[in-house]
């Protein structure tokens, strides 16, 4: 499955590589990643399994969704 994620709480690249972190520690395969420092805000792009959302529920990146 593709799915793009977009999390808020992104104030610099330090936070957007922790939360490719948690995707990656979830089983998800990164494709593509931005992050938008003036909005604060990061997208990732993401292949996945279905036990993907379980397993990234998990994650403290989890909460910082949008």
């Known amino acids: 499955m ?3 994620l977009s999390f808020y709480e992104c ?4 936070d957007l590589d922790n939360y490719i972190d948690d995707v990656e520690q979830s089983g998800g395969t990164v ?3 931005n992050i938008n420092l003036e909005a604060e805000t990061g997208t990732i792009d993401v292949t996945h399994d279905e036990g993907f959302w379980d397993r990234f529920k998990e994650t403290n990146s989890f909460e910082f969704l949008n």
């Open 11 to 14: 104030e610099h690249y330090g």
């Open 31 to 33: 494709t593509s990643s």
């Open 2 to 4: 593709k799915t793009q």
